[in-house]
């Protein structure tokens, strides 16, 4: 983000992630350990203080060994992709995956938040 925009952070972020199955709401990330494959995540801005207008932008990082194998490693900055800056994504394989939230104000990088994702075929 660093390279991207300077950074000024002077405003509170949260965001969490609605994880669901088969269309059913089974909780908020923020609340659980891990997750299993197979969820349909929806990351969103849970609480700013950020006065309005201002862009989000997006990282969603998957490392570790499954990720190399399946050449999936990510971790790029990217628009929300979905209405209300939400960002759609799915739990396909293991690892310590993240997402973080950048708000984006006058040029600068004005607040920013981190959820881990931790996959696992507990």
């Known amino acids: 983000m660093e390279d991207r925009f300077p950074i000024n952070i002077k405003y509170k972020l949260k965001i969490d992630c609605e994880v ?3 269309g059913h709401r ?6 659980m350990r891990y997750l ?3 969820k349909k995540l929806l990351f969103f801005i849970d609480t ?5 207008p201002y862009d989000v932008l997006w990282k969603i ?3 570790g060994e499954i990720a190399y ?13 979905l209405d209300k800056n939400q960002r759609k994504e799915s739990s396909d394989f293991e690892g310590a995956h993240y997402a973080e939230c950048y708000i984006i104000k006058d040029g600068y990088c004005v607040a920013r938040d981190r959820i881990d994702v931790p996959i ?3």
Do not use: A, F, W, Y
């Not at 089974?26 to 609340?31: D, F, P, S």
């Open 48 to 52: 700013t203080d950020v006065p309005e």
């Open 69 to 81: 194998r399946k050449n999936c490693l990510r971790g790029q900055i990217i628009n929300s992709n």
């Open 61 to 63: 990082k998957n490392e």
């Open 36 to 38: 299993s494959r197979n």
């Open 120 to 122: 696992s075929d507990r």
């Open 26 to 31: 089974t909780g908020l990330l923020r609340m």
């Open 20 to 22: 669901t199955q088969n």
